[in-house]
């Protein structure tokens, strides 16, 4: 029983598949717009199964009962307290007397509603009241006529009410909806022999925690998710934090102390430096597990400092740089690279926080199952985390420089280095059109070449051109621009561009 607009799902046995000829019953919608109304959802089919069932609301929903039963059962109709009230006082004994009884309550409430009026001044409405006046404003068709000067008093009162009501609702803030689960039933599983659902062990096998790691949890209700989360942070496991940990330095080094940052068993690569891994992961959890703080510790340390050129007879001992003797030439990720065009072609919109941006959809990208809508080609200059993230439609330029696919987790970022990425800086539409604002700016600001050469480099690489780099795009410049021409001299920037995003130095951090 329900009021409003949901989806409802049923997950039978963790069958994930809602469309379909088979299962297509599992997903159904509700809508009862704004009265209570009983809705059955037949699962003669599923009998003898798990299930599992999922309400997500569409707006405004309420659910009132849930009920198992072959029949659609009798609710009783809930008594308004604000009538109650008068009838225990009253007691009335026939059908004449209960009516005057439902008048007298509602005369309470609007004389309780009127401030300045009645016996009741001062005094707050119940909530209960509140619906009894509600109800009244929406069925005033069910009450007898007044009289012309009361009429015209109701109808001033009740449009005031509405532009108060309206003028109230106008201040709610649109809601934000986030992923979210309750707590279920708990129950044991028992273990499938080979993986196949039909030869199941005899006994079920109680909810635990691993049994490499101490396997015993007490669980004092439900499913037991919350007993394993508080296990997993708890400050006598060292897994955690020593995980986390290493995965935040594989990030900022290039490489974990443990190198492989997902596999810390015994298949995984001993920690390079121990004692060091433990240090931080004990200093994190004793900080509070403050990420900011760790990331401020390690990017403040002179090991974050060392530069890219390592010492002849340390690269002879240590050739894969294990033991961390110089910094690792590392190509940016694939967001930055994208956010660093935006922000040298002043296009970047640095606003923080706001709705994601409509991934851009080419011709290439379009089929049955694709998104319908386009967004803008340089995704209104917002940074790459603001990207709308589809899975049949992903973001191909990102998807060039190894931004994970949207399928699982990945604790580690790879680098390759593919034709595909070249081919894509010099040729993708977005590059292109970033590429010729940054020139159409560059024009615009500045008179001599020079000065412009200066800039570019400086902002592209945050470091100052040398005379040879100066001399040769100005070099290229005066080949182009040829006779002098404003449109040629934007043409060649354009070009001059495109080279510095192309670079290496652009894409690699020393």
């Known amino acids: 029983r329900y009021r409003g607009v949901a989806e409802v799902f ?9 469309t379909g000829p088979l299962h297509g019953a599992l997903k159904q919608r509700l809508d009862s717009a704004e009265s209570e109304a009983w809705f059955c959802h037949d699962l003669r089919t599923y009998g003898g199964h798990r299930a599992h069932v999922e309400f997500t609301p569409v707006g405004n929903f309420e659910l009132l009962e849930v009920s198992f039963a072959p029949t659609q059962p009798t609710s009783a109709p809930t008594v308004n307290a604000a009538v109650q009230s008068v009838f225990d006082e009253r007691a009335p004994a026939d059908a004449e007397a209960a009516a005057s009884a439902v ?12 401030i300045n009026a009645g016996p009741f001044v001062g005094e707050k409405l119940t909530a209960d009241e509140a619906r009894l006046l509600n109800w009244i404003v929406a069925h005033d068709n069910l009450l007898p006529a007044a009289e012309a000067d009361s ?46 659902s039909r030869l199941r ?12 790691l101490d396997g015993e949890m007490s669980i004092a209700r439900g499913s037991g998710r919350r007993e394993l989360a508080d296990r997993l942070v708890d400050s006598g496991n060292p897994l955690t934090a020593r995980v986390f940990v290493n995965r935040v330095w594989s990030h900022l080094f290039g490489r ?8 810390f068993g ?4 001993p920690p390079t430096h121990p004692d060091l891994l433990d240090t931080l992961a004990v200093d994190f959890v004793a900080g509070g597990w403050d990420v900011k703080a760790l990331i401020r510790r390690l990017v403040l340390s002179r090991t974050y400092g060392m530069g890219a050129t390592p010492d002849p007879r340390a690269k002879e001992a240590d050739p894969d740089n294990r033991l961390v003797h110089s910094a690792r030439v590392r190509r940016l990720p694939a967001e930055a690279i994208r956010d660093g065009m935006l922000a040298v072609s002043g296009q970047l919109d640095p606003t923080s926080f706001g709705p994601s941006v409509k991934v851009h959809v080419t011709e290439f990208m379009r089929h049955h199952r694709g998104p319908e809508e386009s967004g803008p080609l340089d995704g209104d200059g917002r940074r790459s985390i603001y990207l709308e993230v589809r899975r049949n439609a992903f973001e191909h330029f990102l998807a060039a420089f190894d931004k994970p696919a949207p399928f699982s987790t990945a604790g580690m970022r790879y680098a390759s280095n593919t034709p595909a990425q070249s081919l894509t800086l010099s040729n993708d539409p977005l590059v292109l059109q970033l590429a010729s604002q940054w020139a159409e700016t560059l024009v615009e600001r500045f008179s001599d070449d020079e000065e412009a050469a200066r800039d570019a480099y400086l902002a592209a690489y945050g470091r100052p051109a040398t005379t040879a780099e100066v001399a040769r795009i100005s070099l290229f410049l005066r080949a182009i621009d040829t006779p002098p021409s404003p449109a040629l001299r934007r043409e060649a920037w354009g070009d001059v561009c495109l080279a510095l995003f192309n670079a290496k130095e652009f894409v690699f951090l020393r």
Do not use: C, Y
Request: proline share 5%; net charge negative.
């Open 266 to 269: 015994a298949l995984g690569d």
């Open 151 to 196: 009429s015209a008093k109701l109808q001033t009162a009740v449009s005031e009410f509405a532009r108060e009501q309206a003028a109230l609702e106008a201040r709610i803030p649109f809601p934000v909806w986030s992923l979210a689960s309750l707590d279920g039933s708990g129950f044991d599983e028992p273990v499938h022999r080979r993986g196949q």
């Open 201 to 212: 062990a005899e006994s079920p096998t109680p909810r635990r925690f691993l049994t490499a």
């Open 103 to 114: 008048v007298e309550a509602m005369k309470r409430a609007i004389d309780r509603a009127a």
């Open 256 to 263: 974990g102390l443990v190198g492989t940052v997902d596999n």
């Open 10 to 18: 049923v997950d039978v046995d963790s069958h994930r598949t809602i």
